[in-house]
């Protein structure tokens, strides 16, 4: 089975790959290194001792992608590729538009055309706004607060739309709530460009000392400890859950948590940190993030249930290997 994996190079698609790969799936990479490099593909191959082919395609651009469905007969896809800096998104609407809907309809488009049925896109849990968790997948998506979310809304609708007028149309729809984490050879991770936006990576490059003190965003949220809570998943856990969703793929649309159903607040994140790597983070307490929510984390009885997959590793797990991570790098 040849999987094409868009955004392949990426944090989430490269372990995905090593999950692929590991389960016996071929796979093809098209990416068009945005916000990733070539080389991570190379430390997939030395994890798995397999070959990943790669392309250096724009998944907006349809001629190109035409000339890949062209080459290679794909049994399946799956829909990384996307920008995903919420609040780049706020001040360059049009670019994340442009980009995550419009490579979500070409790909979907040659799909149609060249007669591939399997279809695995990444949502966000961002689409369910401020619902109150535990988040079900039959929950009505509320309003988002930025057009990355927009895209993703979008995009799911999109694809919804599709597989009820293409009968043999196979689309797994999964939303994705915190990964963090790296696989354990610490040779593949998370590589953000600048400062980044997320807790983990922020944790990690204050106690590599690249930045001086993490600031808690907030810490009179209606929550255990007063601070906001979500969902941590491990990388490897969540891209196992994508192996589970494509074996389980049938006609028709589902959409499916990938959380592990346990809510964790920052102050909780960061003593596990410290703890299980014998770190010291020096932090502060300061304003709330504008758009953030007090909690975020899944219910993931479904997924359980019609996929016979739930995350394994632990928020130690978490904290050990993004560390084990950041170090290596
Ligand atoms: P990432 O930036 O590490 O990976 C995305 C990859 O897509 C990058 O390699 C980038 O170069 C590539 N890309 C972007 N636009 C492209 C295009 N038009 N054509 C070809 N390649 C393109 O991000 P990630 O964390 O691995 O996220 C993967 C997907 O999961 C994204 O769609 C993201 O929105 C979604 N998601 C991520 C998170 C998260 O917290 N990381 C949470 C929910 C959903
Ligand atoms: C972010 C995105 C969301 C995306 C999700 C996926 C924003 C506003 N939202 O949400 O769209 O789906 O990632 O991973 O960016 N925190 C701190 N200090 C920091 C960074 C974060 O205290 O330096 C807190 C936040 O307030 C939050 C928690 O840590 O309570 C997690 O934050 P983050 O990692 O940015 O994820 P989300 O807020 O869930």
């Not at 790669?54 to 829909?79: C, P, S, W």
């Not at 394994?312 to 290596?328: I, Q, S």
Request: hydrophobic share 40%; charged share 25%; aromatic share 8%.
């Amino acid at each position: 089975m040849l999987i094409l994996v868009t955004g392949g190079a990426g944090y989430i698609g490269s372990h995905t790959c090593v999950a692929l790969l590991e389960a016996g799936y071929s796979v093809v990479v098209a990416d068009n290194l945005a916000n990733s490099n070539k080389t991570v593909l190379v430390e997939v191959e030395k994890i798995t001792g397999k070959k990943v082919q790669f392309y250096l395609i724009d998944v907006t651009d349809e001629a190109n992608l035409d000339r890949l469905f062209k080459t290679h007969q794909f049994d399946g896809v799956m829909h990384f590729a996307g920008l995903k800096a919420v609040g780049e998104s706020v001040e360059k609407p049009l670019l994340y538009y442009h980009n995550n809907i419009l490579s979500t309809i070409t790909l979907a488009k040659k799909c149609l055309e060249y007669g591939v049925k399997h279809f695995v896109f990444s949502s966000s849990a961002t689409v369910y706004g401020e619902n109150p968790s535990p988040l079900l997948e039959t929950m009505e998506l509320l309003p988002r607060t930025s057009p990355y979310g927009e895209t993703k809304a979008i995009s799911e609708q999109i694809l919804k739309d599709l597989g009820r007028v293409n009968e043999h149309f196979a689309v797994a729809l999964l939303r994705y709530f915190n990964p963090v984490g790296a696989h354990q050879s610490a040779l593949i991770g998370e590589k953000p460009d600048g400062v980044p936006n997320n807790l983990m990576p922020f944790i990690t490059q204050v106690a590599r000392g690249k930045l001086k003190k993490l600031r808690v965003f907030g810490n009179d949220y209606p929550t255990i400890d007063g601070t906001g809570v979500r969902d941590y998943i491990h990388v490897c856990d969540l891209a196992e859950g994508h192996v589970a969703a494509l074996e389980k793929l049938k006609p028709g649309v589902c959409i499916y948590n990938l959380g592990t159903g346990r809510g964790t607040s920052v102050l909780e994140l960061i003593e596990t940190f410290e703890r299980v790597n014998g770190l010291k983070l020096p932090y502060e307490i300061t304003a709330r993030r504008p758009g953030d929510i007090a909690e975020c984390y899944a219910d993931v009885s479904k997924a359980k249930r019609e996929l016979c997959w739930q995350a394994r590793r632990t928020v130690a797990d978490m904290c050990l290997d993004a560390w084990r991570f950041e170090e290596n790098n």
